[in-house]
């Protein structure tokens, strides 16, 4: 029985080769009987975009620049509508270089959240704080509320509950 062949006629040496890639070789194996040198899709990167709420809510379209170790890169972004902190967005193709010409890796740009003084993010609800007088909780009033859209009235009716610490 050759090297390799195992019961029934399989080849391990082949079995091998198929998994390892030929990286490696095998007794009595030429270095000629290796194969074509094999490609590798390059590595993925990460950056960070910070975006707007608006941007978060509305999706669109940016120009973002990074420096990278070969130089500036310029990318035309699509963020999604909806898009919340930590999302990560895919730019196929935009990461490492390939070897052996092997495709290059992916880019993937980590969402983060630009603060905003009129409201705080709590997972997808926007929150902010309205202060009223005593009066204007026991008697009623009406309230500018601020929007991403603009600003808004709201009607707080007589008797409105004081908020609990």
Not at 88 to 112: E, H
Not at 148 to 153: A, E, F, H, P
């Amino acid at each position: 029985m050759p090297f390799g062949e195992g019961a029934g006629g399989f080849d391990f040496s082949d079995f091998f080769r198929t998994i390892f890639g030929g990286m490696g070789g095998f007794p009595g194996e030429a270095p000629h009987a290796r194969g074509p040198r094999r490609s590798m899709k390059g590595g993925d990167t990460e950056a960070e975009i910070e975006v707007s709420l608006e941007e978060a809510a509305r999706g669109g379209s940016r120009h973002v620049a990074f420096e990278t170790p070969s130089g500036r890169r310029d990318y035309d972004v699509t963020i999604p509508k909806g898009v919340a902190e930590g999302t990560r967005i895919r730019l196929s193709g935009q990461g490492s270089p390939g070897r052996g010409g092997g495709p290059a890796g992916d880019l993937y740009l980590k969402v983060s959240l630009k603060k905003d003084p009129r409201f705080t993010v709590d997972c997808r609800n926007l929150k902010t704080t309205l202060d009223l007088a005593p009066w204007e909780a026991a008697l009623g009033t009406e309230v500018p509320v601020p929007t991403l859209d603009g600003t808004v009235t709201l009607k707080i009716p007589r008797g409105f509950p004081p908020a609990r610490p």
